[in-house]
């Protein structure tokens, strides 16, 4: 097995095009913002990342302004970019999105997983089951982020793709926060998951991505519960509240 290759050595590839270089660099930074490299309050130096990625201030400004679009970053005057805070309160909104927008995965433009995919994704139940024996919080989190990332190929609208990776970035970081605060019991969580994706599994070897997408809208809405009860927002809410 090959290591992957560091963010530097991908942006050598002379066959990227800008268009690549941009998003290679944008996923780099968003992925370290959601593992918490990157902590809140943090400021991005665009000549500190310009000097790592190999590239002039431009592009790495380019990549902020995205990043503070999708409400990641801000621009501070007199400071400089900033890494926002995620807050469950603030966030609860967009949390409840995903559910009804992961639904739309196996309506609009959804595509049959193939072997190929089947087989990709057994790999990752496989490593699934790694994590639920000896995982991290962190690697937990990176590897949803492969799950979910994997599980878009399901549809090829592009809209809805932007979309659902817009928000779930958002969140990300907020059950990442409460499982290194002790708010969450880990080996509970990885059990869920692992059920999920095994579920997941079930439904892609029959070919029905409209189980699929309910499996993972279950999920979203449960994960969202389990949140609030941790940090109390979910005292006194009606059902239909919590979804």
Not at 37 to 57: I, M, Q, V
Not at 179 to 194: C, G, S
């Amino acid at each position: 097995m090959t290591d992957t290759p560091s963010p530097q050595e991908a942006l050598e590839d002379t066959g990227l095009t800008v268009r690549d270089r941009h998003a290679l660099m944008h996923h780099e930074i968003r992925q370290r913002i959601c593992l918490l490299d990157y902590l809140p309050g943090s400021r991005l130096s665009e000549a500190a990342l310009a000097k790592e990625f190999g590239t002039s201030r431009t592009p790495i400004r380019r990549v902020l302004a995205r990043l503070e679009d999708e409400g990641l970053v801000q621009s501070v005057h007199g400071v400089g970019t900033v890494v926002t805070d995620a807050d469950l309160a603030e966030l609860e909104q967009v949390y409840r999105l995903r559910v009804e927008l992961i639904a739309l995965t196996a309506r609009l433009d959804p595509i049959l997983p193939d072997a190929t995919f089947i087989a990709a994704f057994d790999q990752l139940v496989e490593r699934g089951a790694v994590i639920v024996a000896h995982g991290t919080a962190r690697a937990f989190t990176q590897f949803d982020i492969d799950v979910f990332q994997v599980l878009l190929r399901l549809t090829a609208n592009q809209p809805l793709r932007e979309t659902l990776e817009r928000y779930y970035f958002q969140t990300k970081r907020l059950w990442l926060r409460a499982a290194e605060e002790a708010q969450l019991d880990l080996e509970e969580e990885f059990r869920i998951f692992q059920h999920e994706l095994e579920a997941i599994q079930l439904a892609l070897r029959a070919g029905d991505v409209e189980a699929v997408a309910h499996i993972q809208r279950a999920h979203i809405s449960m994960s969202l519960k389990r949140l609030q009860l941790k940090s109390g927002l979910g005292k006194g809410l009606a059902p239909s509240m919590i979804c």
